[in-house]
């Protein structure tokens, strides 16, 4: 267990997908997973402009 602000958090504790969640703040506030695929979405405009 970790003490987060106070209170008891289980630092195992799973996190729920965020399918049809559309923004940052509901995505973060929710406790949702958030995946930063920006890096990705570089690659694949770089390999666009090479074809």
Do not use: C, W
């Amino acid at each position: 267990m970790v003490l987060l602000a106070g209170t008891a958090h289980n630092a195992l504790a799973r996190k729920k997908l965020s399918i049809g969640i559309q923004t940052f703040a509901d995505i973060i506030e929710g406790g949702y997973y958030y995946v930063d695929k920006t890096p990705l979405i570089h690659r694949l405009v770089e390999e666009a402009r090479q074809r």
